[in-house]
């Protein structure tokens, strides 16, 4: 029988802040029900390459001749590091390709088998690799949630930053002091030890 969460658990469930009337586990399901068509659509109307190997994981490019844009967008989504992928976050794929704008979305491990240093630097890698392959465009990186973290802890050890042009953050995760607390902290073992800490603006 899984444990009852306490109150500091439901302070970081995301199901709980809605005024939908859904109960947690009913708001995550419609949620990537939301996702799932949003993939859909996109796969049919937008064209993709898939799976594009940047060294220990995948990113998709979304979009009419990327080699060619002026700016790409690089989407890294959130998920408490332990659940979602990048299929799961293309919302923002038809309305920027619409204006012309490429996405990239971009795959990283869960933290439930690595160290969250282990994804920072995977984030670090992908970041490097689109700055490579197309390094005529202006480049905005666009996060969501947990992937924040990871996201300027990568951009903070990069030799040079100097190359992303802009970052979007919604809805950032950055204090982790409770976090080992709660069952997302014990699901990916989080301890302050790591070098990945939080950040604040």
Known sequence: ??????????????????????KPAEVK??????????????????????????GSQYLDIWGKD??????ICIFIYGGYWQEREKKYATSLVGPATEQGIPVVCINYDYATNNTMDHLVVQIGSA???VATKFPDAKLNITVHSAGALLVVNALCQLEDASRFDELIIFSGVFQLEDLAKTYIGRNIKYRKAQKVDFVIF
Do not use: Q
């Open 66 to 71: 990327p080699e060619k844009a002026d700016k």
């Open 127 to 129: 970041l490097k690799f």
């Open 1 to 22: 029988m899984a444990a009852e969460h306490t109150e500091l658990d439901k302070l970081y469930t995301c199901g709980n802040w809605t005024n939908s009337g859904r």
């Open 29 to 54: 399901e419609h949620f990537y029900t939301i996702l799932t068509e949003c993939y859909e659509a996109n796969r049919k109307n937008v064209p993709v390459l898939e799976n594009v190997d940047y």
